[in-house]
């Protein structure tokens, strides 16, 4: 394993523009994955030092509100793991009610302001 800190990107669904230069510029080695599953393995294997991930809200999930509790929960016994959630402004309900009973360290709308990100990310 690298001394370069992990950051794990989890680009589930939402589409914003490449952010890996901006983490890579930060000094971060970058793992993408494109689903909470595979994530949870890749953190399970190795601990990252941040976690970004989107977030969205579907009224039609049966039991949760959005595709992050699982990997939130996981993340629980993980506390040194920063959390960055990127959303959509019309989400921000739902993403509250998250908020209450998970730790995410910090949330960002879309679109990111690369300033806001870089401070929330710098080493």
Do not use: C, W
């Not at 510029?25 to 990252?48: D, F, N, Q």
């Amino acid at each position: 394993m690298s001394d370069t800190p992990l950051l794990l990107n989890l680009i589930e669904l939402l589409a914003y523009p490449n952010l890996r230069p901006i983490f890579e510029g930060l000094g971060y080695r970058v793992a993408t994955e494109i689903a909470v599953r595979r994530a949870i393995s890749r953190i399970r294997k190795e601990k990252p030092a941040v976690i970004v991930a989107d977030f969205y809200f579907q009224p039609d999930f049966r039991d949760r509100l959005s595709n992050l509790e699982s990997l939130l929960a996981t993340l629980q016994s993980m506390p040194e793991v920063k959390v960055v959630v990127l959303y959509e402004a019309r989400h921000v309900h739902a993403l509250e009610k998250v908020r209450q009973r998970f730790r995410i360290d910090a949330a960002l709308t879309l679109p990111v302001a690369q300033a806001e990100l870089e401070s929330i990310l710098r080493i």
